[in-house]
């Protein structure tokens, strides 16, 4: 599963369309634009949580279990629970090392929102001492503290959900994701005015002809939604396999690495995107 999410979708979106864009933005259409945002979106979970599955998988072989790394981030219904999801090991690090030592939410109100962007700040500075890593920090900081705030002001006043349902659980998600991947532009941005660029060009563009593929469309969509798909589901799949025999378990495995490695993944594999960090 990590091979297949590192190779078949990760790097052909890299290839494909998000290479491109985060180089030379003013070639490409806004939607082009938009869906380059997005497909690095995938493309870092997908590189960064195969990267994670094929870790764990080799530990076991060694029989070692390491913790599970990611949760099905991109079904977050805020930044908080998306941290929850995303790189867990870290995030419960940052929780523990760094939020909680500095007061966390024991103290006023504007000692937590002070917490929370210092501790998201560092966390931009553990991944590379450049402006752009301390926009994306503070980006997630800054939301962080405001759906503190309103849930606050909400939980005090006792305000319903503007949209009832699970109409507003959607909403919810869309927002949380749209925030992550605006992030996301300034985390794989080489600079902060490419990122303004990549940003400005989201708008500016939307009469020219776009040129991203079908295959990256859906490359998109079942990176997301693949993450939809209930857990137990692919917990059945993967017991159903675990139940056959050796040989058969053998050739399964055998097919599903030649189409990744043979067929799917035949132009090539990119470093890790984390190997810099």
Known sequence: MGLAKKVVIGDFLARSLVDGVFSTP??????????????YAVQIYCDFSGY??????????LGFVLPENFNRPYTAASLRDFWRRWHMTLSRWLRDYLYIPLGGSRRSTL?????????????????????????????HGAGLAVEHAALTWRKRRGVAPAIPGKA?????????????????????????????????????????APSASWLV????????????IPARLTEMGEGFLSRRQPLIQGLAFGLVLFAIVGLLGAAGVTNFIYIGF
């Open 26 to 39: 003013g070639q490409y259409s806004s939607l082009d634009v938009v869906l380059g945002i997005h497909a």
């Open 217 to 228: 469309i859906l490359a998109l969509v079942v990176g997301i939604g693949f993450q939809y």
């Open 52 to 61: 994670t599955d094929m870790a764990i998988g080799v530990a076991l072989l």
């Open 168 to 208: 507003w659980s959607i909403v919810r998600r869309i927002i949380t994701l749209e925030f992550v991947c605006l992030a996301w532009v300034f985390f794989r941005a080489d600079s902060l005015s490419t990122a303004g660029r990549v940003v400005a060009r989201t708008f500016t563009a939307w009469n020219a």
């Open 111 to 139: 000692a937590t929102y002070r917490n929370l962007l210092l501790t998201m700040l560092l966390a931009g500075f553990w991944h590379g001492a450049g402006w752009t890593f301390v926009v994306w920090g503070l980006l």
